[in-house]
């Protein structure tokens, strides 16, 4: 079964930069975009871009550009999301997802959620 | 920043039925495929409904979308407890070439 499933909690001090993993399994990793959104309490999901597993081509909103870096290993099914100068603002759960069709917000199978907290 | 509108909340007792609207415009919903979803306190987004009105695999078809010019809407027949969840829809939205979310409805089942 297709199982999306992301790295543990993180604390970080504002200014720092945050690396996030999301590990694949149960489809083949190339043939997916990987989709990144995260959701602020209270709020509702954000996106914040996408990885071409096979090409490692990326797109990003405009609001994280220069700030977010989504890579991945393909030897090993896994995405990143890199978030880097971390303010309050960016305390959020942070959720990888697998895109079901190209440009539709139809995402299929969502990570578990990684919390991360920026905290002086 | 949600670019796609929903009414805060909505509330039922159970059976009844329910429908959540989502409002967008030309780039978003009046140009692409609408798709919902449910969560659940403390859990990930799960899909509900994508491409307007398909349902994945596994869900009940109590749950029906609908789409008309640059809105859609959400139904939910046969309101059970289990309902009892914040419902989001998404679109793809061809000017900020990005996934946009809408506000939210929490669903409260009476």
């Known amino acids: 079964q297709v199982q999306l499933v992301q790295s543990g909690a993180e604390v970080k001090k504002p200014g720092a930069s945050v690396k996030v993993s999301c590990k694949a399994s149960?489809?083949?990793?190339?043939?997916?975009?990987m989709h990144w959104m995260r959701q602020a309490p209270g709020q509702g999901p954000e996106w914040m871009g996408w990885i071409n597993p096979q090409s490692g081509g990326s797109s990003y909103a405009q609001k994280f550009q220069g700030r977010v870096t989504m890579t991945r290993d393909a030897s090993i099914s896994t995405g990143y999301m890199e978030l880097s100068r971390l303010t309050s603002d960016d305390t959020a759960v942070y959720y990888c997802?697998?895109?079901?069709?190209?440009?539709?917000?139809?995402?299929?199978?969502w990570g578990q959620g990684t919390l991360v907290t920026v905290s002086s | 920043q949600s670019v796609l509108t929903q009414p805060p909340s909505a509330s039922g007792t159970p059976g009844q039925r329910v429908t959540i609207s989502c409002s967008g415009s030309?780039?978003?919903?009046?140009?692409?495929?609408v798709n919902w979803y449910q969560q659940l306190p403390g859990t990930a987004p799960k899909l509900l409904i994508y491409r307007d009105n398909q349902r994945p695999s596994g869900i009940p078809d109590r749950f029906s979308g609908s789409k008309s010019g640059a809105s859609a809407s959400l139904a939910i027949r046969g309101l059970q407890s289990e309902d009892e969840a914040d419902y989001y829809c998404a679109a793809w939205d061809d000017g900020l070439n990005g996934c946009v979310f809408g506000t939210g409805t929490k669903v409260t089942v009476l």
């Open positions: 030309s780039s978003n919903i009046g140009s692409n495929t």
């Open positions: 149960g489809y083949t990793f190339s043939g997916y975009y």
């Open positions: 997802a697998r895109a079901g069709d190209f440009w539709s917000g139809h995402f299929d199978y």
